[in-house]
Structure formats: structure tokens, C-alpha cells
């Protein structure tokens, strides 16, 4: 499937809260990019490949939800709205994180499920009041909190001890 969000990116400037969304989106990605080469500063969170790779395929189905609901704003189709951001709520933060739970740093734990209460937030605020801009603005806030995290931390593999 070709993705339509591309060809937008660098058309005429326009006045409205999701091009100004759009436009923050590509400066993050460009700056996480840049970011990525450089020396790393964060803090290591290392995993086994099943715990890292349950903390990975969260962030890309938040990241696939986002965008969903960033094209159902652009429709102004509130309930597609409501039921993206649902599916990233809470409901989805409690899925078999249990083993999780003692190897990821508590404040690591505590933006996680900022997001998943801001989603669920936001699926209640699309639903009852119907405001692009209102919902926007969430996930403005929402998408804050992510940036927040992915430049406090950095998953790794563990690496197995080296024999002495």
C-alpha cells in the first residue's frame, strides 16, 4: 500500500492545527535520525529478544494507531478517532506486561502508561465532544510524552556475560 502522507509533507504551508502537527512530525523524525548517529546519552534498557521485542511491536502499533487517527482528524470522522485511540488505552497496556513489569525502570513503566491513559482520554473526548482541534492538541500532548521517553531511553539486547 502507498502511503499517502508523504506527497503532503512539503506542499504549500497551510493554517491548520494538522499541518502544523505534520510539520513537527517530520522535524522530530529528522532530528531522531540525526540523533541516532551520534553518541547516545540515554539510558540502556537492556531486555531478552521476547521482552524487547513485546516493548517494540507496543510502540509500532501506537505509532500505526496514531496515524490512523491523524487521518481520521484530517476526515474529521470522530469515531474512527475514538476507536483507534481506544484500542491504545489502557486495555492495551495491560497485555502480558507482567514480565516486564520488574525489568523496565519504573519511571520508564510511568510514561508508558501516561500514554495509555492520554489514549484513553482521547477516545473519550473524540467521542462526546467532537473536536478536531481539541483532539489534535491531545495528541500533540500525547506525542510530547513519547519523544520524552525515546530520548530518556534506549532498548537493547542483553548481552550474555563473556567467560572469564
Known amino acids: 500500500m502507498k502511503s499517502n502522507i508523504l506527497p ?3 506542499g504549500r504551508p497551510q493554517k491548520s492545527a494538522l499541518a502544523g ?3 513537527a512530525l517530520v522535524l522530530a523524525a529528522i532530528n531522531g535520525t540525526a540523533w541516532a548517529d551520534a553518541a547516545d546519552g540515554r539510558e540502556v534498557i537492556e531486555l531478552t529478544a521476547a ?3 513485546h516493548v517494540l511491536g507496543e510502540m509500532r502499533a501506537m505509532l ?3 496515524q490512523a487517527m491523524l487521518i481520521a482528524l484530517a476526515a474529521e470522522d470522530m469515531a474512527e478517532v475514538a476507536r483507534q ?3 491504545l488505552g489502557m486495555n492495551m497496556g495491560h497485555k502480558a506486561e507482567n514480565h516486564l513489569h520488574d525489568v523496565l525502570p519504573p519511571a520508564f513503566m510511568q510514561l508508558g502508561m501516561a500514554v495509555h491513559q492520554d489514549f484513553d482520554r482521547i477516545a473519550a473526548d473524540a467521542a ?3 473536536d478536531v482541534k481539541h483532539s489534535l492538541q491531545q495528541l500533540g500532548t500525547t506525542l510530547n ?3 520524552v521517553c525515546h530520548e530518556a531511553y534506549q532498548i537493547q539486547l ?3 556475560q563473556q567467560k572469564q
Open 8 to 10: 503532503g509533507l512539503f
Open 21 to 23: 502537527l505534520r510539520f
Open 51 to 53: 521482552q524487547r521485542a
Open 64 to 66: 500505526s494507531g496514531t
Open 85 to 87: 485511540a481506544s484500542a
Open 128 to 130: 462526546f465532544r467532537k
Open 145 to 147: 510524552t513519547c519523544a
Open 158 to 160: 542483553i548481552q550474555a
